[in-house]
């Protein structure tokens, strides 16, 4: 167990839906990652938030948002789904705002699967 | 961050030691070699990091070259369970920088019985 808690762990929607995925941080850490990771285009940053604020966009479309709440647990939401989002979606965290080392741990990740 | 370029796959025997390589001939001087694996599907775990000196920890050995331009992830004793996507990444830690880690295509190892 990374202390990184993804919810859910499986997804089936249909396209044009939205979902909400969840992630709680390890505890003490005040950054969380989203990554995207689909069969054509491996593993990919979509945002970074460090205690509340974006910190750092990757190629997030605009039809995906991310917050941090004050609890630091962030959402990922993606809305007006296509076959195309189908994809793993994995949640990171650190301590500070930087990868290094051991202290940058990503959790078991949200299987999303649009039909 | 700079390139980095990887073999597709490997193979190696279980018991033997599998070396990967990685080649980032383009690494600035305050740029690390990060390396992590990915076991079927799960999440990216780390292995090791390093700038220039060789490194060891209790799952393997980072070797880097003199010039930095490129290094290999030794993994002493391969088991069947560490087939997995191994991924180099370098990057530079520091306060103006992201935690973002930039994913390439990874080294897919195989260890075979």
């Known amino acids: 167990d990374s202390g990184v808690t993804q919810t859910p762990k499986h997804l089936i929607t249909a396209t044009g839906q939205r979902v909400t995925l969840r992630c709680s941080p390890r505890?003490?850490?005040?950054?969380v990652y989203w990554y995207q990771q689909s069969l054509d285009q491996g593993l990919q940053f979509l945002i970074q938030?460090?205690?509340?604020?974006?910190?750092a966009k990757g190629n997030i479309l605009e039809r995906f948002s991310a917050q941090q709440f004050p609890d630091l647990h962030s959402e990922l939401n993606l809305s007006s789904l296509e076959l195309g989002d189908s994809a793993l979606y994995f949640c990171?965290?650190?301590?500070?705002?930087?990868?290094?080392?051991?202290?940058?741990?990503f959790g078991s990740g949200t299987r999303l699967t649009v039909v | 961050d700079a390139k980095t370029t990887q073999p597709p796959s490997m193979d190696c025997a279980e018991g033997r030691a599998a070396n990967l390589p990685c080649n980032h001939s383009?690494?600035?001087?305050?740029?690390?070699v990060y390396w992590y694996r990915q076991i079927h599907s799960q999440g990216p775990q780390y292995i090791i990091h390093g700038l220039k000196n060789n490194e060891t920890n209790e799952m393997a050995s980072l070797i880097i070259t003199e010039d930095r331009k490129s290094s290999t992830l030794i993994l002493p004793h391969a088991t069947l369970r560490d087939t997995a996507v191994y991924y180099c990444?370098?990057?530079?830690?520091?306060?103006?920088?992201?935690?973002?880690?930039?994913f390439g295509q990874g080294t897919t190892l195989q260890v075979k019985p």
């Open positions: 383009t690494i600035s001087g305050n740029e690390y």
């Open positions: 990171a965290s650190s301590v500070g705002t930087l990868a290094t080392g051991t202290g940058y741990t």
């Open positions: 505890s003490g850490d005040l950054s």
């Open positions: 938030y460090y205690n509340g604020e974006e910190r």
């Open positions: 990444i370098v990057r530079v830690d520091s306060s103006s920088n992201t935690g973002k880690l930039i």
